[in-house]
């Protein structure tokens, strides 16, 4: 009677395979968990884009009312007027959003003067206003770990920069 032996446990590839894969990882991955500061860059950027756009259609979908985005060093929040655009948002307020707090350290600022306390405002082309500056192109930077753009066309369009 031949009796064999079955042994368990990994191989020595098996083993290196693994340790290589968790070394990959504690490379790549970790710093970048720790260090959440560019994505909020990031994050910010891409949120207040969104934003930006959400009031410039409701601009143009609402002739009656005008729509202001007030930015202060801690977050930003959008304003209803009701009044349509003439000169600026100059009507009676009628609603104000919850302030949305910025995340991770990251701030929003004009490029022009470095004030990070302003107002964008919408006529009803959905042709954005930005109170003490003139923007054409780059116009907000978004400030953490990493500097990016946004940037806010003369026709009104709204992009990264």
Request: a negative charge; glycine letters at 8%; proline letters at 2%.
């Amino acid at each position: 009677m031949h009796k064999t032996q079955q042994q368990t446990g990994f191989t020595l590839v098996e083993l290196v395979t693994t340790i290589i894969l968790i070394a990959i990882l504690a490379v790549v991955v970790v710093p970048r968990l720790l260090t959440s500061s560019s994505y909020s860059a990031f994050a910010l950027r891409d949120e207040f884009i969104s934003e930006l756009r959400k009031v410039q259609i409701m601009a143009m979908n609402n002739q009656d009312r005008c729509y202001r985005l007030s930015v202060t060093q801690t977050d930003y929040q959008v304003s209803r007027f009701r009044g349509g655009y003439s000169s600026g948002c100059t009507g009676t307020l009628a609603r104000t959003d919850a302030p949305q707090s910025f995340q991770g350290g990251a701030s929003l600022a004009l490029l022009s003067n470095g004030n990070s306390n302003f107002n964008i405002e919408f006529n009803q082309q959905g042709v954005p206003f930005v109170a003490g500056a003139r923007c054409n192109g780059n116009c907000i930077s978004v400030i953490a770990d990493e500097t990016l753009f946004l940037a806010i066309e003369s026709e009104g369009y709204i992009h990264e920069g």
